[in-house]
Structure formats: C-alpha cells, structure tokens
C-alpha cells in the first residue's frame, strides 16, 4: 500500500477532478443515464457520498475547514467492480498452451493444493488485494478454494482494508483430485460456518460456490441451493458454458437437463444476486431464463480469448434483460486490470458484429457489475448514501497516450482511450470508504471558511 496520506481525523472531504458516473445504462437508458461533471466534485462524509456534480454547487456544501483532494486534470470514477475473479490462481496466471479441462488439471488443481496451507493464503490474499486496488478494483466476487481456510484468509484480509467483498469456498465433490474434494455434506456444513462467520460482517458478502457442474454431484448442488434458501441475501457464483467440452461433459453427466443453465435452474440457482462467468454457449431460451429469475453473467474476455473459449454475446445478453458485469478471471484471464480487460471485451464485442461504446463499458465496470453482483444499493456510483469507493485515472498515463489524447475532439473519444490505451498506470489513486488505499494523494488546503 503506497497512500501517502490519510484522510486526517476529519470525517469529511471535497475531492475534486473530472467525473463520470452512471444511474443506468447509457446504451439502453439514454444520456439521462451519464453525469459527467468535467469540472466535477464529490463531497464524502464518514465515507459516503453526501453531493456529487460541478464544483460550483458542491463547494457551497462543504462545512469550512472541510479537507480538499485535489485531482484536477483526472478522471475519477466508481471504484471497479471485478465480477469473476480466482485469488487462488493468483501465481498460475497465463500458464501455456490449454483449453479449459486440460488447464484445470494441469495448472489450476495443483496450484489450489496450496492453499490448504493457512499461511500460504494470507499471503496471497494479501498481494491478490494490493494487486486489485493497484488496478482500481474495489470491490470483487471471489473464488477461493476448497479449504474453508483460503475463505478465512481471504475475508480476513479484505476485513483489514474494509473492502466491500464477496467470495465464498468452492463446493467440489467429484472428478477432481482427492486432495481437492469435499463432500456433499462437509461443502455444506463448512459453507454455513462460512456464512455465520463472514457474510454481512462489516462489508463483506458470502456467495455460495459451487465450481461448475462437472465438479459436484446432484446432492452436493442440491445442498448448495438449500444454503441459498437457509440464507437469504447470501450471492451465488459459478461457471457456465465456458467452453465446448465442457458443454459435452455437462451433458453426459445431466442427461435429463435441457441445457447446461438448466442443471443450476433445477437447484433454485438463478436468481437474484447469482452471476456466473462466461455464458458464452448459452441459447435464447437460457438467457431468457436469466433475465426472467435475475441471475447476472460475468463477461470475462482475456480469459475466454486466451483459453480459447469462445466469443461472450454481450448484445444478445443485454437484448434479452440480462445484468452483465465484467470479470478478469484471473488465473485464466490474463490481467487483473479491468481496464485492459475492457480493451479485450470491445474487440471481442467486434467478432461479434457489434460495438462496445465507452460509455457502456465504463458503465459495465461500475455500476453494471454492481449490479451484477446486487450490491448497487451499496456501490456502482456517486449517488448520495453510496460507499465513496473510487478511482482516480490519469488520462496522461504513457506517453503515448498523452500524444494520442491531444488528437482526442471529445470526451467521447478520449473516454475511448482510456478504455483502449490504459493499464494499471492510468490508475493514479483509489480510494476506499473515503480514504486513499493505493497511490499518491496529496491533500489541498481546507475549505475556506
Ligand atoms: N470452470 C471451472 N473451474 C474454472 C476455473 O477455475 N476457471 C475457469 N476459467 N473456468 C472454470
Ligand atoms: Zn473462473
């Protein structure tokens, strides 16, 4: 952690810059939907929102002696919102040369092995976190494995920095290693301790976390639907129709199920607060469903990209009334920042016959995953009550794109670029709560009084 300041025994502060946030979807709600503030500021208090807009009209709220972050000539935005991600695979990311099933067992199985080991998860844990606020990420819905104690560990180490986190122990009782097997009835027990111990503690959430159908028996996902019922407000995540195989697989072992997405139907798994990553074989009928019970999909591009996967159809997703979040999937995915992450969802957008706007994807990382995950009463944008979680982005990040920026006629386009031309270096500080977690922030004066 590298915030050279923190927020002073002061529980308010104006941070100004240029701001951007969303109350929908700009590309199915219109521009009522985008508040962009180019001379922008956000009043926070006891770290939440209390005003956001010009600087002209938010000034006037501030009590006197009020602190001043001052971030003009940046961007700020809602912290990210990562709605797929393993902090386990954290040291296999971009392992060569296979598709999903070979990939699982050749890299993913040993490497979740370690994790049994206490120790070894506080440490990832710990770098996983740095890594993700380092990248703006403020908030993400989280595999850990199936030791109940790589959950501890990592819930342990988001409780520390008051992050607003889900995750939850990966339910997993057939074709895997011995070394990574639970039970039906030792997933459930674990995860109910899971659940009495961590979910709703400070700013945490518990998701069920069944890994994909393959990998649990029908008791075992039957279990995992009752956890859901015995819990109300607990999430869901899993995978689903990520890769042809796969597919295969899933049909052969549910010869009774309509489709893959049919399998989790049948255990009460679609609903609200559920996302489940890729989507990418799924039908009409399937996303229909989804949107009809308010299960959220997590478009994960550089995972799908690089294990080969296949091409996410965010328009028919979207079309059909779908939440849609974004998620590196890291270890498949390639980067935990979203930002390259979106540049991988456009052109993935692209092979589909569509378009990704900036807008839609700014929006898709903010209050679109936050949704996704049902924490948008919560997070996702500047409304006042919100968690003032948030990023703050140099639009000047490289060289080249400071020279491309000047070529830049609108905030359409340079919103382009950040989108296009941006890694973890456009991400200049991220704030949790109010205060500075990552970067380099430097308080102005106090408001004048
Ligand atoms: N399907 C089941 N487990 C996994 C996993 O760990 N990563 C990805 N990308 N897909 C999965
Ligand atoms: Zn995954």
Request: some cysteine.
């Amino acid at each position: 952690m590298n915030a050279s300041v923190a927020v002073s025994g002061n529980a308010s502060l104006v941070v100004l810059g240029e701001i951007l946030h969303f109350t929908g979807d700009p590309s199915q709600d219109g521009s009522a939907a985008t508040h962009h503030h180019a001379d922008g500021a956000l009043l926070i208090r006891d770290g939440r929102i209390v005003a956001a807009g010009d600087a002209s009209t938010v000034m006037p709220l501030a009590d006197p002696g009020t602190q001043i972050a001052d971030h003009r000539g940046m961007l700020i935005l809602p912290g990210f919102v990562d709605t797929h991600v393993h902090y386990s695979q954290t040291d296999i990311i971009t392992s060569y040369g296979e598709q999903l099933l070979d990939w699982l067992e050749r890299f993913t199985f040993p490497a979740e092995r370690a994790f049994a080991d206490p120790a070894h998860a506080a440490e990832v844990a710990e770098f996983f976190l740095d890594e993700l606020l380092k990248n703006g990420t403020t908030t993400a819905a989280v595999f850990t494995t199936v030791h109940p104690e790589s959950t501890d560990a990592f819930f342990a180490a988001a409780s520390k920095r008051n992050l607003r986190m889900a995750a939850g122990k990966v339910l997993m009782d057939r074709n895997c290693p011995e070394f990574l097997r639970d039970t039906a009835e030792s997933g459930y027990e674990q995860s109910a301790q899971l659940i009495e111990r961590w979910h709703n503690k400070g700013r945490l959430s518990y998701a069920v976390t069944p890994r994909f159908a393959p990998t649990s028996t029908e008791r075992q996902l039957e279990l995992a639907g009752r956890l859901l019922e015995e819990h109300p407000g607990v999430l869901l995540q899993s995978h689903v129709a990520e890769n042809q195989g796969e597919v295969a697989w899933v049909a052969e072992l549910f010869p009774w199920a309509r489709s893959y997405l049919d399998v989790y139907d049948r255990y009460g798994m679609l609903r609200k607060g559920a996302v489940f990553a890729h989507c990418i074989h799924l039908d009409d009928a399937d996303r229909r469903r989804m949107a009809a019970t308010g299960a959220a999909m997590s478009f994960c591009a550089t995972s799908n990209l690089f294990l080969g996967s296949g091409l996410f159809d965010l328009h028919a997703a979207r079309a059909a009334g779908v939440e849609v979040g974004i998620g590196t999937d890291v270890g498949g995915g390639t980067a935990f920042s979203m930002l390259r992450t979106l540049n991988e969802s456009y052109k993935v957008t692209q092979l589909r016959g569509h378009r990704l706007p900036a807008l839609q994807g700014f929006y898709l990382i903010t209050l679109g995953g936050a949704r996704a995950l049902g924490l948008d009463g919560h997070i996702g944008n500047f409304e006042p009550g919100k968690e003032a979680d948030f990023v703050v982005l140099d639009p000047e990040s490289s060289p080249l794109r400071a020279r491309r920026n000047r070529l830049a006629k609108s905030f359409d386009e340079r919103l382009f670029l950040a989108m296009m031309l941006s890694d973890d270096r456009a991400v200049h500080a991220t704030y949790v709560m109010g205060e500075p977690k990552w970067g380099q922030v430097r308080f102005a004066d106090a408001v004048a009084t």
